[in-house]
């Protein structure tokens, strides 16, 4: 009998051996690492790009950095300790133990998540624990993605005035202390896991999360300078555009992956996220036409956005037509709090919540768990739900439960997060200063980086040398040449 060796075969291509266990699903295996490349993607590059392009020029490459450190750092910090504080084994009801997630044999062994095991109330077994067929490499990949994303979500409301040392502290610290704590409690098993709680993809564990935080966050930092909280135009509206397409295809991974397998549910999940989305922009737009005249390309983003988080609760727990209703819903309420609330409430003016994090993530995340709680269909819940006989209200039976649950759960969400990130902001401000000193909020990128997006002479922010010292005394003393009239020159 031919063996792989006859025809010269990659062991990859075996049918057996320590290559190709019996239990991995090579397709499955396919789509969840594809599935995390596209998440991934979503923030690097594309809210790199999206946010070193809808801020002020000066603020570009701040902007931009920002998210990419937040990329960089939850790496470190997820395989050495955080994977298993949000998926591993239980050390209290809404948090798992830290340990690192690097080792060959823990990473080579089938995926599963030791806490999901869901219990009735007498012990027997109702639902048995998450245990896909691919290895804990492809885990562990990812669900880092989606805490490097929530970081960097979190960062939009502290653009234009943060100290970056600051936030290169409070990266690890969020991660540590907050994020892994609402990740365990809803997806690794925890108690609002176990009590049933709805979060498809991270409606509370990303985006609710990462709102609610990131205007905690923006309260302790502070605004920034009053001339850019006046005036803070995007400086490339375009390339704002190529950021919000790859965040938009890219939510095909994010919705779409949570799953843990290519399966039925996992197609309804990426076609609910189309369908809402572009509802929602639609809603969005024709608001901004109805009552101002005129349609917003930002405001087009905004409600792309609004409607990808408030879909990403129920992605695969609904129906079509209950996209539609929740796209209908994410373009007009997140509008009518930004728009109209926002600006005839003392606390929302007084938080300077740079790119409206709270309107976009922590309403639309709330109203997208809400209507979760309402639309859930039975039998698209029954594929994924760990309890049995689930429903959303709409649908009678033990669905007014669960629209509570849905509820309780946003209000532990909120309530962790106002506390946790209190407590780091406040830890941080023991270290180092949170807000940029003001002479770096005058300048920008130039001040806190040495580098500038658009360098241009005569255009936009000046870097005065004599004073941050690029140049030395002889250099910085010569007289500059001087370029032809009407033509630019680098600086």
Request: hydrophobic share 45%; charged share 10%.
């Amino acid at each position: 009998m031919a063996t792989a060796a006859d025809y010269n075969m990659s062991s990859g291509y075996s049918p057996s051996g320590i290559v190709v266990p019996p239990w991995l699903n090579k397709g499955d295996n396919a789509w969840q690492m594809i599935a995390a490349t596209l998440v991934g993607l979503q923030s690097m590059p594309g809210l790199v790009i999206l946010y070193g392009s809808i801020v002020k020029k000066k603020w570009a490459v701040n902007s931009a950095f920002m998210a990419l450190y937040a990329f960089a750092a939850v790496w470190l910090c997820w395989v050495t300790w955080g994977y298993n504080m949000s998926f591993g084994h239980k050390l209290l009801p809404f948090w798992g133990k830290a340990r690192p997630a690097l080792g060959q044999q823990f990473l080579l062994m089938q995926a599963v998540l030791p806490e999901s095991t869901h219990l009735f109330k007498d012990g027997s077994t109702e639902t048995p624990w998450i245990n896909p067929n691919y290895p804990m490499a492809t885990m562990v990949y990812f669900q880092c993605v989606f805490a490097a994303i929530t970081l960097i979500l979190l960062a939009g409301s502290l653009l234009g005035r943060m100290n970056i040392r600051a936030w290169m502290i409070f990266v690890p610290l969020w991660l540590t202390f907050s994020y892994t704590i609402g990740a365990f409690s809803l997806w690794g098993g925890g108690f609002l896991f176990q009590w049933g709680v709805m979060d498809y993809s991270g409606g509370y564990v990303i985006h609710l999360s990462s709102g609610i935080a990131g205007f905690t966050a923006a309260y302790w930092v502070g605004p920034r300078s009053t001339k850019d909280r006046e005036r803070f135009p995007p400086n490339n509206v375009l390339l704002m555009l190529a950021g919000a397409g790859i965040l938009w295809m890219g939510w095909a991974g994010f919705n779409g992956g949570d799953p843990y397998a290519a399966n039925l549910d996992s197609s309804i999940a990426v076609l609910n996220t189309n369908i809402c989305a572009a509802t929602s922009l639609l809603v969005w737009t024709s608001l901004d036409v109805i009552f101002f005249k005129k349609p917003s390309v930002i405001g087009a983003v905004q409600g792309m956005i609004t409607g990808l988080v408030c879909i990403t609760p129920g992605a695969g727990l609904v129906q079509g037509w209950a996209a539609i209703v929740m796209g209908v819903l994410s373009g007009s309420i997140p509008w009518f709090t930004m728009m109209i609330v926002h600006k005839r409430s003392k606390l929302l003016q007084r938080v300077d919540d740079t790119l409206g994090v709270f309107h976009t993530h922590a309403v639309a995340g709330f109203l997208g768990g809400v209507t979760t709680g309402l639309f859930a269909e039975p039998t698209l819940c029954s594929m994924f739900v760990p309890v049995t006989n689930s429903r959303g209200a709409f649908y009678g039976g033990s669905g007014g439960m669960q629209l509570l649950k849905q509820v309780v759960g946003a209000l532990f969400i909120i309530g962790w997060n106002v506390v946790a990130t209190s407590i780091i902001c406040l830890v941080v401000r023991l270290i180092v200063p949170l807000r940029m000193p003001e002479e770096e909020l005058v300048i920008g990128d130039d001040a806190v980086h040495g580098e500038e997006a658009y360098a241009l002479w005569g255009d936009g922010e000046k870097y005065d040398s004599s004073k941050h010292g690029r140049y030395s005394d002889n250099e910085s003393n010569q007289p500059r040449n001087r370029a032809p009239s009407g033509v630019t020159q680098d600086v």
